[in-house]
């Protein structure tokens, strides 16, 4: 698959103001130069270590063609209808700090490679602090225009990295417009004067350096989740958003993220053995290759309290086994290893992963990944890995089923 980070702009997008009082944002048309932002992260690690530049990459995708037609009209087909929804936003130690309803439309346009996937975002308007109790008008929705999906976008912009069979992608993201729009609306609502920092309001940065989403569809309904890393100029978490949202659903009644009887411990699900199988898809420029692994992940507690993970990875046709162990410690809903990782616990039998520091791994040399699990029953889960190398550029994408032993 083709990748090729893009610079993020400054300011947000500009908020227009329509007759019937709907509120249309859009997001800039993306600029293909190396993300500055993270640039500037990588630059900065590197002079603080006093580690040796990496020279810059010079990619030539023009001949690139990583998703093919079939598989855009599949993404385009996996993503149409109408979704109805809970969006979340948490803080970095699985904090819930606002929910509000949303309804996504998506259509299509164009046949063959000029296929494109138009999609609007509606959030339900939080209520003006000026209105009286006994007002029953109904809700005003805000609504956003998302950048369209293409041939061009998805491969060029979005990085996307898609798995049709299973139901899965990772997408790049230029900016956090869209999200802070969501924020903005569903919390502020007509009360929103325009404040950089509104009170009680956390926005994303308008400069991050990794705005990346990762989608998991359910195994037995038509519903997903939509889980958004935002990582700050500095490269640590800022943020983390999820959309759970179903096709069809009803706004009164919309699927959300609850936390099961056993809140105190969002653990202890994920505790045991799991085995199954995992395929990555590395991008274009890395070689657009594909490969499938069988996997065995281990997650205990030993006698000294520390959380102790095993992954061993097996390629098909191979006796080769990677094994990879890590040692952490949990702090309420953190759990922190010492390999520079970090868990981050969520309710509804999620958690999302990322570095505790992407500039010290960019210092370093290292690649970095960001990960999205979802425990959807006591058995089964399913984890969507993305990863990148120092420069910014998303090197593969992994999915794994897994079962409970």
Known sequence: ???????????????????????????????????????????????????????????????????GIDNLHRFVQLNLGSWTGTFHQFDANGKLLHKMTTRLSAGSY?????ISL?????????????????????PEWAEYKIKESNMFTVDKYQQIGFFPNERAFALRY??????????????????????????????????PSIVCENCLYSINKDVRARAFHIMDPRG?????????????????????????EDDMNRLLPFLGRWKGCSLTKRSGVYGATMAEYDTVALLEMDENGQLIQEISSTAKGSDVTTNVQWTGTVCGNLITFDKGFQYTLLPGGMYMGCPS???????????????????????????????FDIEGLA??????????M
């Open 1 to 67: 698959m083709a990748s090729l980070s893009c610079s993020i702009s400054s300011p947000l997008t500009h908020k227009l103001l329509c007759h019937n009082k709907i509120q249309r944002t859009y997001l800039p048309l993306p600029n293909f130069r190396t993300n500055s932002t993270f640039h500037s992260i990588k630059t900065q690690a590197i002079n603080s270590s006093k580690a040796t530049t990496v020279p810059e990459q010079e990619l030539d995708i023009a001949e690139e063609d990583s998703l």
């Open 110 to 114: 164009g046949e063959d490679e000029l």
């Open 118 to 138: 138009i999609q609007t975002l509606y959030i339900k308007q939080a209520p003006s602090s000026t209105s009286f109790s006994g007002d029953e008008e109904e």
């Open 174 to 207: 230029q900016t956090a417009g869209m999200l802070e729009t969501v924020l903005r609306q569903g919390v502020l609502g007509e009360d929103d004067t325009g404040e950089e920092s509104p009170r009680n309001l956390k926005l994303p940065s308008t400069r």
């Open 236 to 260: 640590l978490l800022e943020m983390l958003l999820i959309f759970l949202e179903e096709r069809g659903g009803v706004v009164d009644a919309p699927p959300s993220l609850v936390d099961s």
């Open 357 to 387: 520091n992407l500039a010290k791994s960019v210092a370093e040399s290292k690649s970095f990944h960001l990960e999205f699990c979802w425990l959807e029953s006591s058995d089964k889960r399913q984890r969507l890995v993305r990863t």
């Open 395 to 404: 090197v593969s994408s992994t999915y794994s089923f897994e079962t409970k």
